[in-house]
């Protein structure tokens, strides 16, 4: 541990005592002059100038990325809805393997803006139909044309969705169809 010395002006606890400093290992630390015991002041990972919150918390100023990387969630279709939780991911997987009469978005994350990716992959064996109009948060297409997915087996249509009014509606977008 380092002790710092160069503390102007020299601060003076109770009885004219000394307040001393140091940087520990995790906190910067404090004891009275003739004291044997150091006391923890702050952690030295909250002092940390740009330290972005691990969890939750707000960072403010310039964020550099080289890489991101995604965890593709596999949608579960019960009784004809697809699942989107997106307290999974962001980026979903829907194979048509049954029709799929509507979709249930849950689990928004607390925020203003909302987005997800969504894979839909047609079955491999029958052509099987996609209804969007049954979600029970209302998705806005362009024009109102709502598109059709891909009928073509195997082949992948790629969607993506966002939401600025904290998940009271989303707007729809095509990325691409028939991959």
Same mark, same amino acid.
């Given at each position: 541990?380092?002790?710092?010395?160069?503390?102007?002006?020299?601060?003076?606890?109770?009885?004219?005592?000394?307040?001393?400093?140091?940087?520990?290992?995790?906190?910067?630390?404090?004891?009275?002059?003739?004291?044997?015991?150091?006391?923890?002041?702050?952690?030295?990972?909250?002092?940390?100038?740009?330290?972005?919150?691990? +969890?939750? &918390?707000?960072?403010?100023?310039? =964020?550099?990325?080289? @890489? *991101?990387?995604?965890?593709?969630?596999?949608?579960?279709?019960?009784?004809?809805?697809?699942?989107?939780?997106? +307290?999974? &991911?962001?980026?979903?997987?829907? =194979?048509?393997?049954? @029709? *799929?009469?509507?979709?249930?978005?849950?689990?928004?994350?607390?925020?203003?803006?909302?987005?997800?990716?969504?894979?839909?992959?047609?079955?491999?064996?029958?052509?099987?139909?996609?209804?969007?109009?049954?979600?029970?948060?209302?998705?806005?297409?362009?024009?109102?044309?709502?598109?059709?997915?891909?009928?073509?087996?195997?082949?992948?249509?790629?969607?993506?969705?966002?939401?600025?009014?904290?998940?009271?509606?989303?707007?729809?977008?095509?990325?691409?169809?028939?991959?």
């Amino acid at each position: 541990m380092r002790q710092l010395t160069t503390l102007k002006p020299r601060f003076r606890g109770p009885a004219g005592k000394e307040v001393l400093l140091q940087a520990g290992l995790t906190h910067l630390q404090w004891m009275l002059q003739g004291d044997s015991t150091w006391q923890n002041l702050a952690s030295l990972d909250d002092l940390a100038p740009g330290k972005m919150p691990v +969890s939750g &918390g707000i960072f403010t100023g310039n =964020i550099q990325v080289r @890489n *991101v990387v995604e965890t593709l969630v596999e949608v579960i279709i019960y009784d004809g809805t697809a699942v989107i939780d997106l +307290s999974q &991911g962001s980026v979903f997987n829907l =194979i048509l393997s049954e @029709n *799929v009469i509507g979709f249930n978005i849950n689990a928004l994350p607390a925020g203003d803006v909302n987005a997800f990716t969504l894979l839909v992959t047609q079955n491999n064996t029958e052509a099987k139909t996609l209804d969007w109009a049954g979600s029970n948060i209302p998705i806005k297409w362009p024009d109102n044309a709502t598109p059709l997915v891909t009928t073509t087996l195997d082949k992948v249509d790629v969607f993506s969705f966002m939401s600025i009014d904290q998940g009271d509606s989303f707007f729809g977008f095509v990325g691409g169809q028939a991959y």
